[in-house]
């Protein structure tokens, strides 16, 4: 079966320093992969997406970066977190082909303070 | 735009009682609709999907989901309610993209 890790799973860093999250997924090959901010009372919004290592697109232009050096390891990143970086961040996977449904890992908790 | 609306913020229901949750989505595609739960600073977990067929689709949990394309509607329902569903509850779309709507969820709150 298939399993989703992410860590840390809660993070509190200062304005100014650098963020490095990490999303790996078990049990499945070549998987598309996102990651997703979530806000309070609102929706998830999309940062980035993976097809394939080396291949990211961007959502929202912001002051994060995403990489995937493996896999089925997904990175979010930044220089310089903000303040409004605080928030839920989801790392998500699905197949490349057949079924459409993301499956979620159980998030890292950010507070930049 | 594409867009999906959970109208009901909050919703409480007693234990035992009947649940409806809404999702209304506007989509120029053929739509693939799911339903996910939250629970509090976890992630999402599935509960069902359409893909098509059958517009009747069951899933985990005692949930189930009913497609009507002419009120573009996915309501997830379930006929008795345990006081472990109080949870968030958010609906979603694609079009088999990579993109995904989200709705902005709906809080349930189960009472004993």
């Known amino acids: 079966s298939q399993t989703i890790h992410q860590w840390p799973a809660t993070l509190v860093q200062p304005v100014g320093s650098p963020l490095s999250l990490e999303c790996t997924v078990e049990?499945?090959?070549?998987?598309?992969l996102y990651w997703y901010r979530q806000a309070a009372g609102r929706g998830l919004q999309l940062l980035f997406y993976?097809?394939?290592?080396?291949?990211i697109s961007s959502e929202v232009p912001q002051n994060l970066s995403a990489s995937r050096p493996q896999d089925r390891q997904f990175i979010l990143s930044s220089k310089k977190l903000l303040l409004s970086d605080s928030g839920f961040y989801l790392c998500?996977?699905?197949?490349?082909?057949?079924?459409?449904?993301?499956?979620f890992g159980p998030g890292t908790r950010l507070t930049v303070t | 735009a594409q867009s999906v609306t959970q109208p009901d913020i909050h919703i409480t229901v007693s234990e035992g009682a009947s649940l409806e949750l809404r999702c209304n989505y506007s989509?120029?595609?053929?739509?693939?609709l799911f339903w996910y739960v939250q629970s509090p600073g976890q992630g999402l977990q599935l509960l069902l999907k359409?893909?098509?067929?059958?517009?009747l689709v069951q899933g985990i949990k005692g949930f189930e989901a009913e497609f009507k394309r002419s009120q573009s509607s996915f309501n997830l329902r379930k006929p008795s309610v345990h006081w472990s569903d109080a949870a968030e509850y958010f609906c979603?779309?694609?079009?088999?993209?990579?993109?995904?709507?989200f709705g902005t969820g709906t809080r349930l709150k189960v009472l004993a």
């Open positions: 998500a996977w699905r197949r490349t082909s057949g079924t459409r449904e993301q499956y």
């Open positions: 049990g499945t090959s070549n998987p598309n």
């Open positions: 993976s097809v394939g290592i080396g291949q």
């Open positions: 989509y120029g595609a053929t739509p693939y």
């Open positions: 359409y893909f098509s067929g059958d517009t």
């Open positions: 979603a779309v694609t079009s088999g993209t990579y993109k995904y709507i």
